[in-house]
């Protein structure tokens, strides 16, 4: 073979080689085997270069939304009749109801001035008592009204037929109590009238008797029985214990004494009772009102069906438009009256 042959053939063989595949060894695969529970497996520590402070990630919370209270209906007083049932005659134990509060489905009521620091719930078909609640701490100098909220009881020891106490008060105690408990300390709000200067004794003829309240958007709301003018004057109140003053708000001419109370927060709807010197009952309605003056929206005396006579004291929502009443045991001069509870259905008095 020539020279030229052979250095033709070895570059064909070189061609051939560069441009041919090469096989890759696979490496074998290593199956990773738990450690065993006794061998301590230790990792080289690698110190990492520090990355500096992590950066915050942005996280978007949904916003609480609080669902509204539905508003209150507009009542429209119409042209109506209020049918008033005389229930049933109270038990001697309650004879000087003064006070009444529907609350949990119970009927509570409390005597007045020199009877015993308790609340006695009643049956509400026959008025017998089914428990008492001791005020421990309280003495009951002229408890007069009750009322609630959400989460307190209030009673309301303001009596002042002399208009010369300079200790009025309100027992405050957990709404709880009422179902839980036999006997409950009391918190005290201790308070005056912000525009009384006069403390001269004048029995039955004075302006700052009180028998009326109500608990409204966190507030006491008061009442004045006013012995000498017919009218109240409305009151607003802290639910703190402790000293305060009870501020003025407006007056209203009620044509009569007012002597208790009661609010439908559903409705917006507040009833006042009132009687006169001839213990001729009425009962107010208060609509349409703006935060707690309550007199600055309508107003109308409840017709009543038949005139009612007594020494009515207490007054509380049984349902919409409907009302309990309770009354004194009376019995003076020719008048002599039982205490009685009412019942009011004055449902045709408002559209």
């Not at 201790?190 to 028998?211: A, G, L, V």
Request: glycine share 4%; proline share 5%.
């Amino acid at each position: 073979m020539s020279l030229k042959n052979i250095i033709l053939l070895l570059l064909i063989s070189f061609m051939i080689s560069c441009t041919a595949p090469q096989s890759v060894a696979k490496s074998p695969r290593v199956e990773q085997l738990p450690p065993h529970p006794s061998v301590e497996v230790r990792r080289p520590q690698v110190d990492y270069p520090s990355l500096g402070r992590p950066i915050s990630i942005p996280i978007t919370i949904e916003p609480i939304v609080t669902p509204r209270t539905p508003p209150i209906r507009r009542q429209v007083p119409k042209h109506g009749i209020t049918e008033v049932i005389a229930k049933f005659k109270l038990p001697n134990r309650v004879r000087e109801s003064s006070g009444l509060i529907k609350v949990d489905n119970r009927l509570w009521t409390l005597n007045d001035s020199g009877n015993r620091a308790e609340l006695y719930q009643i049956s509400q078909r026959d008025g017998h008592i089914i428990k008492r609640l001791k005020i421990k701490n309280a003495r009951n100098r002229d408890w007069e009204d009750i009322a609630f909220d959400e989460s307190y009881v209030y009673i309301g020891d303001f009596g002042n037929n002399k208009g010369n106490r300079r200790d009025l008060k309100i027992y405050k105690i957990p709404r709880t109590a009422l179902r839980t408990q036999n006997s409950v300390r009391a918190e005290v709000i201790s308070f005056r009238y912000s525009d009384q200067k006069d403390f001269k004794s004048k029995p039955h003829s004075n302006n700052y008797d009180c028998e009326a309240m109500v608990a409204h958007h966190g507030k006491l709301y008061l009442f004045s029985k006013n012995w000498q003018d017919n009218r109240t004057r409305l009151y607003e109140l802290s639910t703190h214990s402790g000293k305060h003053v009870a501020k003025y708000i407006a007056t209203f001419n009620t044509k009569g004494m007012v002597t208790g109370a009661t609010i439908n927060e559903e409705l917006g709807i507040l009833l006042l009772t009132t009687y006169s010197s001839l213990l001729d009952v009425n009962v107010w309605a208060f609509t349409n009102y703006s935060g707690g003056n309550f007199f600055s929206g309508d107003h109308k005396r409840l017709h009543l069906k038949e005139p009612l006579t007594s020494q009515v004291e207490g007054i509380t929502f049984k349902d919409n438009y409907k009302a309990y009443m309770s009354s004194e045991a009376f019995h003076k001069y020719i008048f002599s009256f039982d205490s009685m509870l009412y019942e009011l259905d004055f449902a045709s008095e408002f559209e």
